[in-house]
């Protein structure tokens, strides 16, 4: 017993090569509950819609309203979290979400609704930065795959389930009683994220942790230029631009194609993005298992494999729309996400490494923007959602594909940045001595 017992404690700490798992678990806790209000929200909208007699264009532009918000925000928000104690924007970015959540169910008009929503926008952006680069300074350079990976992980079980869990509520509970029930959980993870210590800049870095934390944080231009000296983030940059229309594209084509096509109602509709959500979730944990090793054999290989992933997922993506059955969707949608999956630990663990300890925070809002513009110019500007409209949705599918192989291939090509890169990056710092 006490032998199976010994064997078992290693392995355990192998997998965060022996740093606590508690912040991990916080943070992925505080970003499920905060993400479960979106998800309810999107549930719920006939509802909501139909209380407050909004027009379709004045309710979707209410409820994109906090999504650009916290897409502007970044930048800003990122500069915040690499002068500021990051722990305290966790705490008070997760407090405002929660606060709002309530608003949404309390609120007497859609004024009152629409200032909830942008409020909701201004806490997911301290999220979306905060969260990546307190745990890269929280666990070493072996252990951020599976750490990163498990965060990132988190958006597609709530993507999954989050529709499921608020189907259920919305079947059981009004709309308002709803987000009045989820404010609960949000405000026990505020609690619990109050007690997370703040690591030190680059603590775990193989060159040590900066010096004079305090003093000396760069400019916005100093930033941008420690960025794009570093090859393998600008090949990065370019991938994620082109892979910017299956970004902000893929998200609300799918359920419209789903309900048009099958007529599922939102517990089915849940159950199906359910399925595809765990899907990415498998990939992801299983290309984070592997990622270290990959690194091992060569520093650019998680590179490669991210790329190919990309290309690979372009075949079943394009079958989603061809297959005659919900049944057949359905696994074409697990296939795809399986392997969009793998994608995501190789390329959050390379921009980890070689973000700047100094403006970590800064790096992750920086490389998110790409897909941002990718998507507004690749997307928007040539109209693709107008297909929809005279073609169908389901050809809206195959039309997404050339985008992930060109991203794919540019993905790909960054790999042979990456060890000169690395030498670089983790020299000593004697630019965070001034």
């Known amino acids: 017993m006490s032998t199976t017992s010994e064997g078992v404690q290693p392995r355990r700490q192998s997998l965060l090569a022996g740093a606590s798992p508690w912040p991990l678990i916080v943070l992925s806790l505080v970003y499920f509950v905060d993400e479960l209000d979106n998800h309810a929200f999107n549930v719920l909208s006939s509802s909501i819609q139909s209380h407050f007699r909004l027009t ?52 007497g008009s859609a004024l009152v609704l629409a200032v909830a929503r942008l409020g909701k926008g201004i806490g997911v952006a301290g999220n979306n930065t905060a969260h990546k680069s307190l745990l890269t300074d929280y666990y070493p350079p072996a252990a951020r795959p599976l750490a990163i990976g498990v965060h990132t992980g988190v958006v597609q079980v709530i993507t999954g389930a989050g529709p499921l869990i608020a189907g259920v509520l919305g079947r059981l509970l009004s709309w308002r009683q709803v987000f009045i029930i989820i404010f609960i959980p949000m405000a026990v993870m505020v609690v619990i994220a109050a007690f997370l210590r703040e690591p030190r800049r680059g603590a775990t870095d193989l060159a040590g942790p900066v010096q004079n934390d305090s003093d000396g944080r760069p400019t916005i231009r100093s930033a941008v230029r420690q960025l794009w000296e570093i090859r393998t983030l600008r090949r990065i940059g370019l991938a994620v631009f082109v892979f910017g229309p299956v970004f902000l594209g893929l998200a609300p084509i799918l359920p419209l194609f789903l309900s048009g096509t099958y007529h599922l109602d939102p517990l089915e509709m849940g159950i199906v993005l359910a399925i595809g959500g765990l899907a990415n979730v498998a990939g992801l944990l299983w290309s984070a298992r592997r990622c270290t090793r990959w690194a091992e ?17 372009a075949p079943p993506l394009a079958v989603i729309a061809l297959v005659p059955s919900i049944i057949g969707a359905t696994l074409a949608l697990a296939a795809t996400q399986f392997i ?25 809002a920086a490389i998110i923007l790409p897909a941002v513009l990718g998507g507004l110019l690749l997307y928007q500007l040539p109209q693709l959602p107008s297909l929809a409209d005279t073609v169908g949705y389901k050809w809206m599918f195959p039309a997404l594909c050339p985008y992930l192989i060109v991203a794919g291939l540019i993905m790909r090509s960054a790999s042979r940045f990456v060890a000169s890169d690395y030498v670089r990056t983790e020299s000593p710092r004697e630019g965070d001595m001034r």
């Open 56 to 107: 379709t264009q004045e309710f979707t532009s209410l409820s994109m309203s906090g999504m650009f918000l916290a897409f502007a925000l970044l930048i800003p928000v990122a500069r915040l979290a690499d002068r500021a104690r990051r722990t305290s924007i966790v705490v008070v970015s997760a407090l405002l979400v929660a606060g709002c959540a309530l608003l949404v169910g309390f609120a």
């Open 340 to 364: 969009l999956g793998v994608t995501i630990a190789p390329y959050m663990a390379v921009v980890a490494q070689l973000a700047p300890a100094r403006i970590r925070s800064f790096t992750f």
């Open 297 to 313: 054999q060569e520093s650019g290989k998680p590179l490669q494999r991210a790329g190919i992933a990309m290309i690979v997922a």
